[in-house]
Every structure is written in structure tokens, then in C-alpha cells.
């Protein structure tokens, strides 16, 4: 399996942008589907956005239009860019490839 290390969580206020970033331990260039998961504080892990090999994206409704999902398959890395924040998209954010999980990174929005 391939390991996952998210980075770029933090806290910011309402409005404001945050870009995470996934670094894998090897490549991520047979990897079909890359996905950015959260999980706020007494919820279930949600599905937050994913992208395809060949650059096809998808996004739950709750963030179409504010966050972009991407992927560099030459440095083995998933970026997720997050504007216009709410104090909702509170949570730790996790990447995902098949069965492989990072440890996460917490995301706080204030408001």
C-alpha cells in the first residue's frame, strides 16, 4: 500500500482559503481515483471530492464551487484548494487512494 501524509489544515476565518496537500510514499500514476474525505466532530466520513486519472473531478454538493481538487502525478501528490470557508467545513481532512488513508489534518473554520 501506498502511504499518504496530509499537510496545510490550520485554523482561518469564514471566507478565507486553505489549500491541503497529499504526499504519497510512491506513485500515484496507476492510481485511478484520489479522494479527499473529512470527518467533523461527531459525524460520519464523508466524501469531499475525487479525481481520476485521466483529471476527471467530482465533488459532494456542499463544496461544488468553492473547493478544486488536482492531482500531480509527477511529485506523487492530491491538492485540495478551499475558498470561501464556512465555519460547516470544519473537520479533519483525510486523502484516499483504495484502501490506503492518511492520518489526517485538521481544518477549523471560525466565524
Known amino acids: 500500500q501506498v502511504q499518504l501524509v496530509e499537510s496545510g489544515g490550520g485554523l482561518v476565518q469564514a471566507g478565507g482559503s486553505l489549500r491541503l496537500s497529499c504526499a504519497a510514499s510512491g506513485s500515484i500514476v496507476s492510481r485511478n481515483v484520489m479522494a479527499w474525505y473529512r470527518q467533523a466532530p461527531g459525524k460520519q466520513r464523508e466524501l469531499v471530492a475525487g479525481?481520476?486519472?485521466?483529471?476527471?473531478?467530482s465533488y459532494a454538493d456542499s463544496v461544488k464551487g468553492r473547493f478544486t481538487i488536482s492531482r500531480d502525478n509527477a511529485k506523487n501528490a492530491v491538492y485540495l484548494q478551499m475558498n470561501s470557508l464556512k465555519p460547516e467545513d470544519t473537520a479533519v481532512y483525510y486523502c484516499n487512494t483504495q484502501a490506503s488513508w492518511g492520518n489526517g489534518t485538521l481544518v477549523t473554520v471560525s466565524s
Open positions: 479525481i481520476t486519472r485521466g483529471g476527471i473531478t
